[in-house]
């Protein structure tokens, strides 16, 4: 168990086209999500937002890719089904790949900061 105070450094990725947010931890916590849960409501209440906020967030982002990242489908009597996308899950699995990298290639001097904290 990590202690209450210890350092800790955390990479966040955010892609910008045009004035918009278009890619970052927010979003990709979201599809992950959706991946998990099959849906965009329960994604939403697994990560503490609420459903407009999430159907909000995939709209613009499948607005801002090539191809859709998530397709969703309006419920009936079992609920809706949402269902993340090859080119979603291609562009989780690859910023998550980016952060792992980010982290691995500056774990030197990520450290070298981390020691300027007062303890």
Request: no cysteine; glycine share 10%.
């Amino acid at each position: 168990m990590a202690k209450k105070n210890a350092a800790s450094a955390q990479f966040n990725l955010r892609l910008n086209k045009g004035g918009i947010k278009a890619i970052g931890p927010g979003k990709i916590a979201l599809l992950e999500a959706i991946d998990e849960t099959g849906s965009i409501s329960a994604a939403a209440r697994q990560l503490g937002m609420s459903y407009r906020r999430a159907w909000g967030l995939v709209s613009e982002l499948n607005q801002v890719l090539a191809k859709p990242a998530v397709e969703a489908n309006v419920g009936g009597t079992h609920g809706g089904r949402a269902t993340l996308l090859p080119t979603g899950r291609k562009l989780a699995t690859l910023y998550r790949a980016v952060e792992r990298d980010a982290a691995r290639h500056t774990a030197s001097a990520t450290r070298t900061l981390l020691s300027l904290l007062a303890k």
